[in-house]
């Protein structure tokens, strides 16, 4: 049974940076497909990076350079930190997984099949 739990949510100011973490247990195959993806008050969930398990990237438009997506397979923990934070960033943040991946990792929650409880990022002065 796979299971992802967040954490290293909580309230920043704008341009300060936070890093999320995201456990897995159940897993034992490490090159699966990871992501995170965030939803605001009343609006659709958004991909916002992704990491294969061959160490390829991908990320939104809109935290590309200023977002790290990586994974400590050792310990089966993916992170991501995120620098210059804004308002606009604040979200629930998820992370989800899937043993298929491709290159670039896709950005879509469709292709997750477990899904995390989330992890609260407010970003406010």
């Known amino acids: 049974h796979v299971q992802l739990v967040e954490s290293g949510g909580g309230s920043v100011q704008p341009g300060g940076p936070l890093r999320l973490s995201c456990r897995i247990s159940g897993l034992a195959d490490t090159n699966y497909c990871m992501a995170w993806f965030r939803q605001a008050l009343g609006k659709e969930r958004e991909g916002v990076a992704a990491i294969g398990g061959d160490g390829s990237t991908n990320y939104a438009d809109s935290v590309q350079g200023r977002s790290t997506i990586s994974q400590d397979k050792a310990k089966n923990t993916p992170f991501l930190q995120m620098n210059s934070l804004k308002p606009e960033d604040t979200a629930m943040y998820y992370c989800?997984?899937?043993?298929?991946?491709?290159?670039?990792?896709?950005?879509?929650?469709?292709?997750?099949?477990?899904w995390g409880q989330g992890t609260q990022v407010t970003v406010s002065s």
């Open positions: 989800a997984a899937h043993f298929v991946c491709f290159r670039p990792p896709p950005l879509h929650p469709s292709h997750y099949n477990v």
